[in-house]
């Protein structure tokens, strides 16, 4: 369900929306959010972003990497992200799956994946991180989020007002709880703990460390390591 709605219902202009009535402690968040890439992506980079929708942080992205990918399976999200992204040359937008990407090996140094999008795509977890670190370079490093548990209240509220605004369906108040949250309609939206992070990335050739921001984000840092590290 998840799915249909990011491709199909909560796309460009009603996905924008969804950022235009966050509350103050949810705009705090999403910008923790992007400073914690920011601090970790060198300038002259070339940083993926999965599940970029219509490139609403590649504009910062931009700023500092030498250039930007953002891929979607939302075609009328990326349709509006070429007005959103007018003059940000450095910068490109591609229909494609998270989780089986055209890209060669090693092309990327930095692979972003944020706000819960491991768990929003509703793509295998394992076969994402299995792309997001193929397409990596050596030493390069990947970054996953999803909402901490102390988040849970700010979290609710937001997709409280984005239900009432018809961008969701209605919440589910019974079933709704345990950090999921699930609408009347079928949507959930789930989360990732740290042990779930370290199963997953357990049978890689990775450095992995598990990082709280803001208290409302936990981050997984994934750095690839180097061919000759694997001995």
């Given amino acids: 369900m998840a799915n249909i709605y990011y491709s199909d219902d909560l ?29 970790r992506v060198p300038p002259g ?7 970029c929708g219509y490139g609403r942080v590649i504009p910062q992205l931009a ?13 009328s999200s990326l349709k509006f992200g070429l007005s959103f992204l007018h003059g940000v040359r450095n910068s490109l937008l591609l ?4 989780g089986g990407m055209s890209f060669f090996d090693g092309s990327f140094d930095a692979v972003v994946c944020i706000q819960n999008g ?14 997001s670190i193929r397409v990596a370079r050596e030493n390069g490093i990947v970054l996953f989020s999803t909402y901490s548990e102390k988040f ?11 239900a009432a605004e018809g961008l969701l369906g209605d919440i589910d108040e019974e079933k709704t709880g345990d ?24 049978k890689f050739y990775v450095d992995v460390n598990i990082v709280e921001v803001d208290e409302s984000s936990l981050f997984c840092l994934i750095r690839k390591k180097r061919t000759f590290e694997r001995k």
């Fill in 11 to 39: 796309a460009a202009e009603r996905l924008k929306r969804c950022y235009d009535i966050a509350p103050p402690r949810v705009r705090q968040y999403l910008q923790a959010e992007v400073n914690f890439v920011l601090d």
């Fill in 45 to 51: 980079d070339v940083v993926l972003d999965l599940g």
């Fill in 63 to 75: 700023k500092k990497a030498a250039f930007v990918v953002g891929i979607d399976t939302s075609l």
């Fill in 95 to 98: 229909k494609m799956d998270a």
């Fill in 118 to 131: 491991i768990s929003a795509f509703q793509v295998d977890p394992f076969q994402l991180v299995s792309e």
């Fill in 152 to 162: 849970w209240r700010h979290r609710l509220e937001w997709f409280r007002l984005q």
């Fill in 179 to 202: 950090g999921m949250i699930v609408c009347k309609d079928g949507f959930r939206a789930t989360t990732f703990s740290p042990e779930q992070f370290l199963a997953l990335t357990s």
